[in-house]
């Protein structure tokens, strides 16, 4: 299996869930991601993301958590 260098990307999740957020994290972690942002509303992942401008963002798209209507800001 090929091994890729992930230390040098940046990530933001925004997620509502607990749960979830800790799930993501855990993966995230095992991937040897660089940074790792995580926030669990719209708003502050909004701040995060104009402040560290992550290389991916991984967010919600459900009526209740519009993560499109986040990135349409952006």
Avoid at 32 to 46: D, R
């Amino acid at each position: 299996m090929k091994h890729y260098d992930l230390s040098g990307l940046s990530v933001l999740l925004i997620e509502d869930e607990y749960n979830m957020r800790m799930l993501f994290r855990s993966i995230l972690k095992a991937l040897e991601i660089g940074k790792v942002y995580i926030e669990g509303n719209l708003e502050e992942g909004f701040k995060t993301c104009t402040v560290m401008n992550p290389d991916i963002l991984i967010t919600n798209w459900t009526p209740q958590f519009d993560g499109l209507g986040l990135i349409a800001r952006l």
